[in-house]
Structures are given as structure tokens and as C-alpha cells.
T-cell receptor
Framework: GQQLNQSPQSMFIQEGEDVSMNCTSS?????WLWYKQDPGEGPVLLIA?????ELTSNGRLTAQFGITRKDSFLNISASIPSDVGIYFC????????????FGQGTRLTINP | EAQVTQNPRYLITVTGKKLTVTCSQN?????MSWYRQDPGLGLRQIYY???????DKGDVPEGYKVSRKEKRNFPLILESPSPNQTSLYFC???????FGPGTRLTVL
């Protein structure tokens, strides 16, 4: 069943604002993945994290692998209209690393 | 162009009528998987395949079948679809998941 909890479930912000979202689990993960899904499309991998404490950037996006290995964070700086979409965290279960579990998603809406 | 393709993109069918959603990848990935996406539930894995002739259940396998006879193809089969299988389905290749464009299925 679902093992990742994302927060918040939705965000309504003004263009130019910074965005923060997080993903938590009751289980330890060795890898954290962040995806973005545009309307009508499949999710696309944004950032992959492999080490506790790791901080990785991809343009205006920054993601962090929590030191407890039970959480991860995604920040978007200076949001623009094309940031609209659903952001998912995901990770492979340690037991059964072939299975990838996803959070419920954070839906981001931007007012121009 | 490296890609995952799915067909059809949209399908409306009736309860009990067998259907197959095809998935193909041209990246020579060994790992392929199927997910369904439902509002508020995110993406849930249905089945995955580590290689040809090697498949295993994900979190929500009930009512679905898969086969992996060749590396590039991983079809999803609904032998007797029911309305609770109305969903958006994604095929993906590679364990870090390169997703296809999705298939929106409605079962009446």
C-alpha cells in the first residue's frame, strides 16, 4: 500500500514566489526521486537523490535527501507559469527494490 | 528518439469485454512496469518485469495480467474489465521510470 505522504496536497501561489513541498515515510529509503507531471502527460524525472543529506539542484529546483532517510524536500525558486503541474516523490522499497512507490502528489497552481 | 509508447491513448469499453493496452520501449531497458493513477492516490504499481519472461506483482495486481515475451514490449491485459478499473494507466521502462504518455481507460 501507499507508504509515502506528500505535503501539501495542493498549492496556490503567485508567480515569482518560492515553493516548498515535502515527502515523508515511516520506512527508510535509500533513493528519493522527484517527478513532475504536466497536464495530459506522463511524469518526468526531475531530480534523483542517493545519499542521506544530499542536496541536488536542477535549475530553479533544489531537492534534499533527509538525514533520517525517511523524508525528502523539493523547493522551487521564483516560480513561473510553466511550473504548474503535479509533483510526485517516489522511492524504491528497500525490501523488494524492484518496486517503486509514489506519494499522492502535490498539485501546484500559479496565479500570474 | 528514445521513448516509451502506449496504445491506445484513450479507450472506452464495457464491463467484461477483454482488452489489451500495448507498451513498447526502444531503449533496450530490461525493467518495465505498469502503473495506474487515480485522484488522491498518486501512482500505484500494477505489475513489473525485470526481464523477458520475468514478471511480478506490484501493489494493485488484481484484475490485471501482463506478459513479457520480448524485451521491448510489455502489454497490460484486462481479461474482464470492471468499472473500478477506470483509471489513467502509465507504462514505464527503467527502474527510475521513464514514463509513456498514458492511456485513459473508461469501463462502463
Amino acid at each position: 500500500g501507499q507508504q509515502l505522504n506528500q505535503s501539501p496536497q495542493s498549492m496556490f501561489i503567485q508567480e515569482g514566489e518560492d515553493v516548498s513541498m515535502n515527502c515523508t515515510s515511516s520506512s527508510i529509503f535509500n533513493t528519493w526521486l522527484w517527478y513532475k507531471q504536466d497536464p495530459g502527460e506522463g511524469p518526468v524525472l526531475l531530480i534523483a537523490l542517493y545519499k542521506a543529506g544530499e542536496l541536488t539542484s536542477n535549475g530553479r529546483l533544489t531537492a534534499q535527501f533527509g538525514i533520517t532517510r525517511k523524508d525528502s524536500f523539493l523547493n522551487i525558486s521564483a516560480s513561473i507559469p510553466s511550473d504548474v503541474g503535479i509533483y510526485f516523490c517516489a522511492g524504491p522499497l528497500i525490501q523488494g527494490a524492484q518496486k517503486l512507490v509514489f506519494g499522492q502528489g502535490t498539485r501546484l497552481t500559479i496565479n500570474p | 528518439e528514445a521513448q516509451v509508447t502506449q496504445n491506445p491513448r484513450y479507450l472506452i469499453t464495457v464491463t467484461g469485454k477483454k482488452l489489451t493496452v500495448t507498451c513498447s520501449q526502444n531503449m533496450n531497458h530490461e525493467y518495465m512496469s505498469w502503473y495506474r493513477q487515480d485522484p488522491g492516490l498518486g501512482l500505484r504499481q500494477i505489475y513489473y518485469s525485470m526481464n523477458v519472461e520475468v514478471t511480478d506483482k506490484g501493489d494493485v495486481p488484481e484484475g490485471y495480467k501482463v506478459s513479457r515475451k520480448e524485451k521491448r514490449n510489455f502489454p497490460l491485459i484486462l481479461e474482464s474489465p470492471s468499472p473500478n478499473q477506470t483509471s489513467l494507466y502509465f507504462c514505464a521502462s527503467r527502474q527510475r521510470a521513464d514514463f509513456g504518455p498514458g492511456t485513459r481507460l473508461t469501463v462502463l
